[in-house]
């Protein structure tokens, strides 16, 4: 969209060169060497320079939008890609988390301790055990790749989007 309107504003201004540098005569209109059809008078003239000039604001409300739009698509992208590191950090920290207390839970249940199978002990060590895998299950497939990858429109509010 934006070279669309780059493309009509420099046709804008080349047809307005192209007008001011060949009229010589008052009601003559004359195109790059070439006297254009059906212009005999100053108010044709007036009309014909009237449509350059929506070309050439149409142009540059196209580029303008386009630009925009493309600066709103950047900004989502940029927030979508800090709010997934922000989630894979926290993943990780609850994952290193959980690891500890599994470790401790197992270090206090030593064999002849009172960790032993049916104990509380045993017990805690079996959900902490539990929540530690389902914390790993939740953690995203994409988490060592590059963000480059496949991604699932789904899951992001990015798309949900109505521009």
Do not use: C
Request: charged share 20%; aromatic share 6%; proline share 6%.
């Amino acid at each position: 969209m934006v070279f669309l309107g780059f493309l009509l504003v420099a046709a804008a201004v080349v047809v307005t060169v192209g007008v001011v540098v060949d009229n010589t005569g008052p009601t003559q209109l004359n195109l790059f060497g070439e006297t254009a059809p059906g212009v005999a008078s100053q108010w044709q003239v007036f009309l014909a320079g009237g449509a350059v000039a929506l070309v050439f604001i149409a142009g540059a409300m196209l580029t303008f939008i386009g630009a925009g739009r493309m600066m709103r698509a950047r900004r989502d992208l940029r927030y979508l890609r800090e709010e997934h590191e922000e989630s894979l950090s926290t993943l990780e920290m609850e994952k290193r988390r959980l690891q500890r207390e599994l470790a401790r839970v197992r270090q206090a249940g030593a064999p002849g301790a009172p960790g032993s199978a049916g104990s509380p002990q045993a017990e805690a060590v079996s959900q902490i055990s539990d929540a530690a895998s389902a914390a790993a299950r939740r953690q995203p497939a994409s988490a060592g790749r590059s963000p480059a990858g496949p991604r699932n429109p789904a899951l992001s509010p990015f798309f949900d989007r109505k521009d």
